[in-house]
């Protein structure tokens, strides 16, 4: 069965730095656009970052571009997410997804991780 299995997340002072990196199997990774969501407490998910087949296109949210980065191995069926600049409002749980289709919309993903918890401390 499909399995995306997010890893990297932690506890972090405002300002620092994280990469997030999700192993997908069970899939044929390449043909799926990998996005990353965050979910914070009482707020719905919200798109992060995605990133297209083959990696030519990626896209942002405004309140992430500049700051994060992200990136996909396809021999490795790994999509990872730098994360720089860390800002207490990046604090949420993190997760990554698989999609037929581009990309910023979550009902667009069929395949989801279980999530990894970011949080950012003053």
């Known amino acids: 069965q499909v399995q995306l299995v997010e890893s990297g997340g932690g506890l972090v002072q405002a300002g620092g730095s994280l990469r997030l990196s999700c192993a997908a199997s069970?899939?044929?990774?390449?043909?799926?656009?990998m996005g990353w969501f965050r979910q914070a407490p009482g707020k719905e998910r919200e798109f992060v970052a995605a990133i297209t087949w083959t990696g030519g296109r990626t896209y942002y949210a405004d309140s992430v571009k500049g700051r994060f980065t992200i990136s996909r191995d396809n021999a490795k069926n790994t999509v990872y997410l730098q994360m720089n600049s860390l800002k207490l409002e990046d604090t949420a749980v993190y997760y990554c997804g698989g999609s037929w289709q581009c990309c910023s919309d979550p009902k667009g993903y069929g395949y989801w991780g279980q999530g990894t918890q970011v949080t950012v401390s003053s």
């Open positions: 069970g899939l044929t990774f390449s043909s799926y656009v």
